[in-house]
Structure formats: C-alpha cells, structure tokens
DNA sequence: CAGCGCCTCTTTGTATGCAATCCAGGCAAT
DNA sequence: ATTGCCTGGATTGCATACAAAGAGGCGCTG
C-alpha cells in the first residue's frame, strides 16, 4: 500500500463493510488517529473517499457517521443490482465468452457442483460458497468488458454486514437453486440465447434480494437504530 | 456553502464537467490553492472527493489528472444509462405518480411541444431543450423514489463536457423525435403500459448514445490527448 | 418551575512546515 | 549512441497548531 492514506482507506471500509461499527454509528477523527497510530490527515482523506463511495454520511462541521440500510434502502439497491446483473448476462451473451473467462466460468461451475454433496449447511460451506459466487459473478463482469458496469455493479454490493450475512441465511435448498441458476445463465451465454441469459440473471439476483430483504427486516425491526460513539479498529 | 472544502469541491467539479480542463490535465495542488485563494487543504479534499466521484484520476505521489473518456467509455456508459432509465421508467409506471410529479411531467411536456415552433436550431434554443430535458429525467428519477437509483444515474450522467456539447449537435427533426419519445413515455405510464414505458425509455436514451458517440468518435480523432498542465479557474 | 441565552468544551475545518517521493536532465561508462 | 546512475527541483504526503463552528450544560430571568 502506497500512502497511510490508501491503507487507512482500506482498513476503514473493510471495517464498515465487516459491520465492525454499527449504522449510524459516528466517526472521530481523532480516536481513529490514535486507533490507526497515524495523523487525523490520512483520517481525513480515508473518510472522505469513504462518503463518496456511500458508505459514510456527512455532515459539514459534525462529521461521518456509518450509513444506515433500511430494509428499504436495500429493496432499492437490489432492484438495480438485479438489472445490472441482467445487462451484464446480456452482454457478455452477445459478444460472447473468451477462452480465459470461459475456464474461469467452467472451474467455478465444476467446484459448485461438488459443493452439492455436503450434507448441512455450516458456516464453512457458507464460506466456501461465498467464494464461489463472487468468483461467477466478477468472472461475469469481468467478461462484459464494461468498466462503468463494474463500477456500478461494485456500488451496488458494498453494503455493510451483507456480504457477512447473506450467506449465513443460505440453506441447501437454495445453494441448490442458486448454482442451477448459474449452471443456466453459463448455458443461455454458451448457447447464445441472449435474452434468457439476462431474464435468469436478472431474476436470480432478484430473488436473492428477496430472501436477504426478508431477514434484514427481521433485523431492522429488532434494532432502534443507533447515535453511539465509534470505537476503534 | 458551509465549509471552504465543499465551496471547492462544487467550483471544481463545475469546472472539469464544463471541460475546462483537458482530458489527462494534471491538477497541481499549489497552483488550485492561489488560484482559488484558499490552502492545500480543501483543495486535497475536493481532489479526493472527486476522484472518488470518478471524474479525476488518482495516482500516489503523483497526484491527480482529469479522467479522458473515450468514444468506447461513453459507449459502457450509455448502454448502463440506458438500462437504468429504462429500469427507472418501468418502477414509476409500476408504482404509479403522484399528482404532484404527474403536474411537472405534463408542464414539461407543454413547453417541449411548445419549443417544437421554433424555426431553427439556435444556441439559446439548445440550452432551452437541455433544461427541459433534464427536468423530465430528474422528475422520473425523483417519482422513482429509489435513491440508489438516482445515484447511479447521475453518476452515469457526470460526463466532462457531455452536456455542453450533446445538445449542440440536436436538430430540429432530433428535437421532435426526442419530444415525442417523452411524450410516449409519460403516456405509457400513466396509461399503466409497464413494459412498453421501460422500451421507450430505454432505447430513447441508448439512441441518443448513438448519436453522442458518433460525434465523441470524430472528436478522439482530432484530439492528440493530453499531458498538459492545469492553469486555474 | 419553565424558558431563554450565554459560555464552555468538544469536534471539525484550515493553514503551514517539513519529510518523502518522483521525475527530468545531465553525466559517465560501456 | 545507448544505457544506467545520480542529483536537484518540483510536488505530494503527513503531522501539527490554531481557528471556528456546534452541542450541551448552567445560570439567569420571568
């Protein structure tokens, strides 16, 4: 990492992204320049990049404080995840798959399927198909060749805690369901059929934002929301 | 403006959408700072935050150049803009509109046909269409009442000098069939015609990218590209 | 006792000095 | 002539001191 700035940078949105602090949650300056053993400077800086990319609210005089996603907010998020997810199908559909992206999609495809054969759903599993599923789907964008769709698709599933959760709530059922999907999309992109590469795209996202909504509405109304003070990395 | 870093911030970000700066411009910190009367600080801010926004390049220890879009890049960036505006036209359609957002999509619609008279396509007639055009998207975007949504579309629309130049390469025959897509638009949605709403929207908006990239293409053919050195606001 | 305003303390905003890095140009050796 | 190295100047990165804005408590007044 070049700069402190950079490194702080990373190691703060990791740490939102983690859900090492809770929404709302407000940000000093100062105690993450002791916490981080650098000046408020880099601080600054990290925090500023931070807001930009959504992830932080601010408040000219009074600080950053820990975006809150309500149910809500993530129901809008996914609404356009699911379509850009479907426009990435779509072109990677129509100007086809490279040899490099195709092995790529294969090896993922191939390890999913052997991930089938566990036989409950630990927090191991959970993991390793985390893995998996980033790998298909960055694979995707990668392969649509489009850097303002990566960019967006990147904003887009950069919410705090999610990635943590999402797949704690996955059951066999619907790992199942969720690779068959992929098994599909691959199919439709292969086999040139377009259209039904971006549906299936598209409708798996979506129905993978329902589920989560769900569960985050449990959450939701189980917190008040919070204004406490941040504690450090 | 409450604070020098955001007062900065707009005047910069003002300045690299109108173009004042060349593609690849390197933006020298201490030469902002005098010509803005104010210190490095706010100045590394708004860089920061620009950057962040995607219209400036950042590199470590060498500072920041403004971002060049080539013919290709607003080509990713209208096929995502389309997608989106179409997505956005399809939830207003289904979620229905509030008279409140129906009565400034209609008064728009008054004056676009109103501007329809016109006898040729002038300089003021162009800044004209541009502010009515822009007022029927953000109404959309606003009765969509999807944040993210709106985030990406302006992040989609931030192009540096796109809107000075899109509308001055407008007709009279592109004006009419511009107006009349918005008209088919507003018509599909309040008539409950979902499906056909997101068509419209969407293709309205990936013609004119086609129309964009041409012209940006003959442009990129003139333009050696840069290396040159900012010179102040 | 309630409400208002002041005052202080906390926290952020800005300026500036110094350190670290990078880049260009020149020089020498191959 | 080309390549590699070195050095000086320019520019960014960081820390810190000081200024200013906000939030909350306290006392004063009605």
Redesign the pocket.
Known sequence: M???????TNKLREAVLGGDYAGGT??????L?DAL?????????A?STLAAEGLLE???????AVKTFAAKDIEGIYVVRANLEGLCARLVGQQGLSDVHRGLLHKVLAESEELQNVESWTDEVSDLWRDLNDRFHNTLIEASGNAHLAMMLRKSRAIPLLNQLKFRWFDLETLARAHDDHSQIFAAITGGQVVRAESIAEEHVYRSGQRIIEHWRKMDSRKPAAGT?ARAA
Do not use: M, Q
Not at 26 to 31: A, G, K, S, T, Y
Not at 37 to 45: G, H, K
């Open positions: 070049a700069t402190r700035g950079l490194s702080v407000r940000l000093n300056e100062v105690d320049a053993a650098v000046s408020r400077t880099p601080i600054r800086a925090l601010y408040r000219p005089n009074s600080g950053y003070k």
